[in-house]
Structures are given as structure tokens and as C-alpha cells.
Nanobody, 124 residues
Framework: QVQLEESGGGLEQAGGSLRLSCAAS????????MAWFRQAPGKEREFVAF????????YYTDSVKGRFTISRDNTKNTLYLQMNSLKPEDTAVYYC?????????????????WGQGTQVTVSS
């Protein structure tokens, strides 16, 4: 199995940028497709972005397309989420997640491994 730990969250003004990282340990990182999810207070956890094992396929929820970029470095066992043009509605706890297949999955229930989350707060 794989262990995941997010970092890079914080407080940012609207229009600013943050880069989240997710460090993986345990089983070979490149064996997993990865995703970012987020959960705002009082709301369900929602899908943000997906990346395949090799990084060749990415997919985003509509609300972040053109603003967020998911990437991975399999040599460093690390997943990233570059977030630009941040909006107050991006405020949430952000989680990285892994699943052992390679197909696009957008449901939280499809991911068996999760980090503890990192808080992102965007002020207006």
C-alpha cells in the first residue's frame, strides 16, 4: 500500500497562486493513478483533478479548468497541484488520493488511499 502526505496549503488572496504537494511512500508511486479532491465546510468531498500513472492523461473538473494544473514526478514520488487565479470558492481542505488502476475515476469511493489533507483559504 501507499502512504500519502499533503503540504503547501495556506492563506492566499484572490487571484494569487499556491502549489500543493503530495509525497508518497510505501509501494511504488508509479503503480497508482492519482487525484486531488477538496472538501469545503458543510459540503461533500468533490473531485478536482486526475492524472494517470505515467502523467500522460489528466482531467479536471470544470470549475478549475484553465486555472489548476495537476502533475507528478515519479522519480520523486510526488504529486503536485498548481493553483493559479485562486477564487474564494476554492477554499477547502485539499486531499490527494491514489487508486491502483489507471482509468479515470472521479468518485471518492474509487480511491483507496488518502492523505490527511491540507487547508487552502482564499480571501476576497
Amino acid at each position: 500500500q501507499v502512504q500519502l502526505e499533503e503540504s503547501g496549503g495556506g492563506l492566499e488572496q484572490a487571484g494569487g497562486s499556491l502549489r500543493l504537494s503530495c509525497a508518497a511512500s510505501g509501494r511504488t508511486f508509479s503503480s497508482y493513478a492519482m487525484a486531488w479532491f477538496r472538501q469545503a465546510p458543510g459540503k461533500e468531498r468533490e473531485f478536482v483533478a486526475f492524472i494517470s500513472r505515467s502523467g500522460g492523461i489528466t482531467y479536471y473538473t470544470d470549475s478549475v479548468k484553465g486555472r489548476f494544473t495537476i502533475s507528478r514526478d515519479n522519480t520523486k514520488n510526488t504529486l503536485y497541484l498548481q493553483m493559479n487565479s485562486l477564487k474564494p470558492e476554492d477554499t477547502a481542505v485539499y486531499y490527494c488520493a491514489a487508486h491502483s488502476g489507471n482509468r479515470l475515476r472521479v468518485g471518492a469511493h474509487d480511491y483507496g488511499y488518502w492523505g490527511q489533507g491540507t487547508q487552502v483559504t482564499v480571501s476576497s
